[in-house]
């Protein structure tokens, strides 16, 4: 697992009022090398109980993704 990609990335989805949901980053699942399941690695548990998975988008490091949008700390998490 050191070296793999993981397949999905793992999100908790903040609810906002008047504002969009807040989409933070929380780990990855890596696939099992028979193909037949899933490593779940967080480094956060959600409040709700709730993780959401999704494919990792390829991002440059000079250009942010078309449908993603982008918190203004650069450093911080995404939103979508």
Do not use: C, S, W
């Given at each position: 697992m050191a070296?793999?990609?993981?397949?999905?990335?793992?999100?908790?989805?903040?609810?906002?009022?008047?504002?969009?949901?807040?989409w933070l980053a929380?780990?990855?699942?890596?696939?099992?090398?028979d193909g037949d399941g899933y490593n779940l690695v967080l480094q956060a548990l959600p409040i709700d109980g709730k993780v959401v998975l999704r494919?990792?988008?390829?991002?440059?490091?000079?250009?942010?993704?078309?449908d993603a949008n982008v918190s203004s700390n650069k450093s911080g998490p995404r939103r979508r």
């Open positions: 070296n793999q990609q993981p397949a999905y990335r793992a999100y908790t989805v903040v609810k906002r009022e008047g504002q969009d949901d807040f929380i780990g990855a699942a890596f696939m099992h090398q494919l990792p988008k390829e991002e440059k490091a000079d250009q942010t993704p078309k």
